[in-house]
């Protein structure tokens, strides 16, 4: 079974950097599509970006393309989130997920971790 772990939420200021991590279990971000979603209180999960197995392609949310950047390790089993000029509106929780079909539904999402505070004050 994959499991996953978020780390390296926290507090930020609006305009600052954060890099999220997630480790995995095995060799699964070698194996399989890695994507990142978050979710606000009271708010749906959605999705934020991908970054696929096979060629490295990478798919963004229009609202986050050109300030986060999706990466891979394989070596070290973890897929990592940069995310720079952070605005408030980024505020929640962020999980890691792993799939064989993703792409920007949470349905084509087969494995979840439990996600990690991402909070952008003002």
């Known amino acids: 079974q994959v499991q ?9 200021q609006a305009g600052g950097s954060l890099r ?18 978050r979710q606000a209180p009271g708010r749906e999960r959605d999705f934020v970006a ?10 963004y949310a229009d609202s986050v393309k050109g300030r986060f950047t999706i990466s891979r390790d ?3 089993n973890t897929v990592y989130l940069q995310m720079n000029r952070l605005k408030p509106e ?9 799939g064989t079909v ?19 004050s003002s």
Not at 20 to 37: H, K, N, V
Not at 50 to 59: A, F
Not at 90 to 98: E, F, H, L, R, S
Not at 115 to 120: A, L, W
């Open 4 to 12: 996953l772990v978020e780390s390296g939420g926290g507090l930020v």
């Open 20 to 37: 999220l991590s997630c480790a995995a279990s095995g060799r699964t971000c070698g194996r399989y599509a890695m994507g990142w979603f």
């Open 50 to 59: 991908v970054i696929y197995s096979n060629g490295s392609r990478t798919y």
């Open 74 to 76: 394989n070596a070290k």
């Open 90 to 98: 980024d505020t929640a929780v962020y999980y890691c997920a792993a």
């Open 102 to 120: 993703a792409a920007g539904n949470p349905a084509d999402y087969e494995y979840w971790g439990q996600g990690t505070q991402v909070t952008v």
